[in-house]
């Protein structure tokens, strides 16, 4: 089973559910964590799916209204119907018979349409006010604003939080096990990430291949030296 590293974004997520799935009746069942990629979002609710068995589905670009459906259908394990408004019945009356959130990561995709957005409102309805928690991208709020009557139903704005010097180490049993990582390196990998949890793990597994390499069983700022860390930004020819 794939480890997961308990940062302080797999808890909000966590919170998020929880507050969603213990509403008083007749609040509204939306949620959106939103935030900057990179930012551990997507590790974090399928974590939480896996432990909720909530429906968990993660838009493409190219999707349409149609595939959007299918693609949650089959997450629920049912055959989808042909026609949009007979797969919608479907995937509603799974959510409301179930009682299971439904996740939709990358939901920067569905707001480039009018139609999308409408789709999963109706799914929040149709379902009996099913929980849904949307995965975005920092400017999510911002853009919902567009559709009132969506943008009213959100319970819970959560904005990800960078990674810190505690989710620094957590992450090192996952992507540097067998390595103690001192804190000084660790600092500096938080310093450099820009917020970003994968930048972290990417340096991390590098200092990984570094130890097996150089045969360190401990690796602080001073042993890993001048050698070079990640940081996202684009190399530079040298010529």
């Known amino acids: ?42 590790t974090a609710a399928n974590a939480v799916a896996n432990e909720t068995r909530a429906y968990f589905v993660q838009m493409r670009s190219a ?12 997450e629920m394990s049912i055959k989808p119907h042909g026609t949009i408004p007979a797969m919608l019945d479907q995937a509603c009356t799974q959510l409301a018979a179930s009682g299971r959130m439904l996740i ?12 999308m957005v409408e789709l999963v409102r109706d799914l929040h309805e149709g379902g009996g006010a099913a929980p849904i ?10 853009k919902l604003k567009k559709w009132e009557r969506f943008h009213s139903r959100v319970l819970s704005w959560i904005p990800a939080q960078p990674v810190s010097l505690t989710d620094a180490a957590a992450l090192v049993p996952i992507y540097c096990p067998d390595v103690a990582v001192r804190g000084d390196l660790l600092e500096r990998l938080v310093k450099l990430s820009g917020g970003s949890v994968r930048r972290v793990a990417v340096n991390l597994a590098a200092i990984a291949e570094a130890a097996a390499v150089e045969g360190w069983g401990a690796v602080d700022l001073g042993t890993w030296g001048d050698r070079p860390l990640y940081t996202g930004d684009a190399p530079r020819r040298g010529v």
């Open 63 to 74: 999707w349409t209204r149609k595939t959007l459906l299918e693609k949650v259908l089959i």
């Open 1 to 42: 089973m794939t480890q997961t590293a308990q940062i302080h974004n797999l808890e909000l997520v966590r919170i998020a559910v929880e507050r969603l799935t213990i509403r008083t009746a007749g609040l509204p069942g939306l949620a959106a964590l939103y935030g900057p990629a990179g930012y551990g979002k997507t």
């Open 104 to 115: 939709i990561d990358e939901f920067d995709y569905c707001v480039r349409s009018d139609s």
């Open 133 to 142: 928690l949307l995965l975005g991208e920092e400017l999510l709020p911002q």
